[in-house]
């Protein structure tokens, strides 16, 4: 593609009679040649359509500045983070006197909810733009990670730039020639390391996730309102209840403890999600979710573990890990489930470095050139193995069963088979991990033949059986001995069910708490189900609402 053509998809112009709607909600702003309209790392950025004169798009991610392109007049700014929230990653400098078309990120939100075609142009523009600089662009290098692949927090930080969509790149101390260089230039030592930089500076020395969010900015404040509903998780089902709940009008809050997408975010693609012939990765189904709920204000705050939840006067108070509160009429809890751990002595010293838990990129690049091993019978492991041997030299998928098709779908047994360097090994568990800094190998034995044999893999990706995620629960939400949250007609003879009617069908025992996804008792394990029962919630939400009088 040409770079005019290609201009003109990543910063159209808008039209007259498009920029008038604009203008309603705008300020008019005149800026001299030079003046630093949006500075790197600034938060709560506006969003600006230029109405005479340009603007550079600046950056400095690998230490030079340099100008990324102009906007010019009619043409717009921005980029996803408008709505959901993030510093900015680029500067705004004026080049020449301009006048621009200043929008605070509420009314844009106004603008897009009015006005359906604007609203497309507006979001479809942002999206491309956020995937071109993210995956495309030569220009703009992001953060630079700099750490060791035998470092656990190396490792955390990676992955949690990645699940985040911050574009990032990682130089391994193990590898890469310009790290020392580049540690004596920053002052720093290895031992400081893992580092996160920008530029020629240093940005944060082995950062906690609570920093990264701080640094990044995409914590979004919690209000002290009343919300109408407040949603726990931000998994499929978690997004799909946000976006219906404020689209039809519901004061929404979502709180996610890591990073939207939930388990279908660590997923590389999904093929059986109605509307995706050709499958479409987890982190970008959750990334067009996020933008969704935000367009219609919900809003989204990220790094909230919710760590308990009690009642006061009929209103629901949800405790955060960081000693927050948020407290709503409704809850839907959808926290869904995690994997469970290897039961193999001393396997946890290898968690983040050499046992993981999803097969995305971040972890690929680990494992290039060696052999892996892959634990499960089911359609994430099937998925990860074959993700994975487009990745690494051989796949070693392990199952406890006979074969894989009680388990697991067609397609994906099919894949599996066509694939040279996957090797199937049915009856099979692990026995014991080997290694020292990092995993070295695995001992494998057939439970059948009681064969043992060693395999030399420098990773295990595990997907053994799932545990709900619900021990912050109190004793009126009830749940069966696994720990799955009992909802509908399963909870209508329950003690604890107070009110004077049948319980909804995703209503748990406590009326006016509800449950969706796979946290769920009896719950389909899917992506397409989750978010069915996310939207369905929203329907029964309504209901309570009406009946309630808070
Ligand atoms: C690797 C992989 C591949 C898969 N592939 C497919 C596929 O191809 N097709 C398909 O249909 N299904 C697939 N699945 C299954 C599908 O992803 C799940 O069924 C679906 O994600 C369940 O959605 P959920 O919203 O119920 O829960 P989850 O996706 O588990 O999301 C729950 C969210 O809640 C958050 N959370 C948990 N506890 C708290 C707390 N206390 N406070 C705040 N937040 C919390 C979590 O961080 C998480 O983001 C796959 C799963 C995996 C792991």
Known sequence: MDEKTLNSILFPKLSDAQIAKIEKFAQLKSYRDGEVIIEIGDCDICFFVIKSGKMAIVDRSDGAEKTITFVEEKQFTGDVAHLTGGRAVMSLISQGDCQVYEVAAADLRQILRENSSLSDLILQT????????????????????????????????????????????????????????????????????PVVVYGNELVLKNPTTAELVERLGIKNPIQATLYDLAIVGAGPAGLAAAVYGASEGL?????????????????????????????????????????????????????CQVVKLTFEDGIAVLHLGSGEHVTAKCVLIATGVEYKKLNIEGCDRFDGVGIYYAATTTEAQMCRGS?????????????????????VEKVWLLIRGEDLSKSMSRYLICRIEQMDNIELLCNTEISQIGGDDCLRSIEVSNHKTGERRSLDVTAVFTFIGAVPRTNWLPQAIKTDDKGFIKTGLAVADSAEWSAGRQPFLLETSRPGIFAAGDVRLGSVKRVASAVGEGSIAVQFIHQYLAEISI
Request: avoid cysteine; proline fraction near 1%; glycine fraction near 8%.
């Open 251 to 303: 004061n929404t809050i979502i709180l996610e403890h890591i990073a939207p997408g939930g388990q279908a975010g660590t997923s590389s693609k999904i093929e059986n999600y109605l509307g995706f012939p050709t499958g479409i990765s987890g982190t970008d189904l959750a990334n067009s979710a996020v933008l969704q709920a935000n367009k219609f204000g919900a809003q989204l705050a990220l790094n």
């Open 371 to 391: 052999q892996v091993a892959v634990v499960g019978g089911a359609n994430s492991a099937g998925q990860a193995a074959v993700f994975l041997a487009e990745h």
């Open 126 to 193: 942002f999206i491309v733009r956020r995937q071109y600089y993210m995956e495309e662009s030569k220009d703009f290098s992001g953060l630079r990670v700099i750490g060791s692949r035998f470092s656990r927090d190396t490792f955390r930080i990676r992955d949690f730039l990645a699940k985040n969509r911050r574009k990032f790149t990682w130089l391994d101390l193990e590898e890469h020639q310009q790290v020392d260089a580049l540690l004596r230039q920053l002052h720093i030592s290895e031992a400081d390391t």
